[in-house]
């Protein structure tokens, strides 16, 4: 009976269509591992964002209670004017939940989409001291934990920093936040859609780093020869590694199960099969209307098979969620 059955299956829906109705396999959770590093947990912490406190209040939604993220991702520019009335403005959202979130602050030293205008180069010339200052006031003030992605995709061309200002620029913000002796871990954040895939020249040092960090997007991220290197690099030099940033880029929540095995099931097997990995932050938006409209329909909360299979992924104890303040 078993048997015929399946043969009416195949029969009736093909078997394209029959083997897209079925999971891909999640592989197993390989056992954390523990670098002492800046903020470093034991297990996964689930985050999301991006600077939009709708997104992230609908992801908390989707997720529901007791699986609320623990990462806020939100963005400044260093050579934003009113830097300290920025910070305490998006410091009211990050604290308006009943949770404990830890903000995961995207920190730019450029003009977003215009890499003529990046100022790393102004940073290490001191033209900017009066902005670190500030910052490093703000998160003396702010008094919590803080995830900072200095740089963040420092290879990226669309940012356009030098290497070796880019280096510079960001051991004289490190010194100026060790110096305070707050609690921030500095993030050091790689693109792969950046052109140049060599890391290392844009590397400050492991004294002036707490974690690495990779975006991932596309499905070939998950594969790609450049993520490998990254990851294998990051276990030689003993770094916690986090997703800075991720969405299901044109495969969207919109296809339920074909959605879950082409994009969804290869992120959480990239976390399950890197032990190192210690954070993600998802951004659960819908990027129609956006600047980015092909990228797809990323909000869980509009497909209910993407979303009940992700909540049962992040149920698992690896995975650290909110905690009530």
């Not at 890499?115 to 900017?128: I, T």
């Not at 020869?225 to 276990?235: I, N, P």
Request: with cysteine; proline share 5%.
């Amino acid at each position: 009976m078993k048997h015929r059955l399946i043969l009416f299956i195949l029969s009736t829906f093909g078997i394209a269509g029959w083997l897209q109705a079925q999971d891909a396999p999640l592989l197993p959770m390989k056992p954390r591992v523990h670098f002492g590093a800046k903020l470093e947990p034991e297990g996964i912490l689930v985050g999301a964002g991006q600077a939009n406190k709708n997104s992230f209040d609908e992801f908390t939604k989707a997720v529901g209670p007791g699986l609320e993220p623990m990462i806020y991702m939100d963005y400044l520019g260093l050579k934003k004017e009113n830097l300290a009335s920025r910070f305490q403005e998006k410091a009211a959202a990050w604290n308006a939940s009943n949770m404990l979130t830890i903000p995961q602050i995207g920190l730019s030293m450029t003009t977003d989409g215009k890499p003529e205008l990046h100022y790393e180069q102004d940073v290490v010339a001191g033209k900017l001291d009066q902005a670190i200052e500030s910052l490093v006031a703000e998160l003396e003030r702010y008094n919590r934990p803080v995830y900072l992605r200095l740089g963040y995709e420092f290879n990226g061309h669309w940012n356009g920093y030098e290497s070796e200002n880019f280096k510079l620029a960001w051991i004289k913000v490190a010194k100026a936040i060790r110096a305070r002796f707050l609690n921030v871990a500095l993030v050091w954040c790689f693109a792969l859609d950046g052109t140049n895939k060599n890391f290392m020249p844009f590397y400050p040092g492991d004294e002036w780093v707490d974690w690495w960090a990779v975006d991932l997007f596309s499905e070939k991220h998950f594969a790609d020869s450049s993520t490998k290197a990254f990851m294998d690099s990051a276990l030689v030099h003993r770094k916690p590694v986090m997703i800075g940033e991720s969405t299901p880029r044109r495969v969207s929540v919109d296809l339920g199960q074909e959605s879950w095995n082409r994009w969804f099931v290869p992120y959480f097997n990239f976390m399950r099969q890197h032990p190192h990995v210690k954070g993600f932050s998802y951004i659960n938006w819908n990027w129609a209307g956006t600047n980015w409209p092909d990228w797809g329909n990323g909000r869980l909360q509009d497909n209910e098979l993407v979303r009940k299979k992700f909540i049962q992924e992040i149920s698992r104890p690896e995975y650290l969620k909110g905690l009530k303040k």
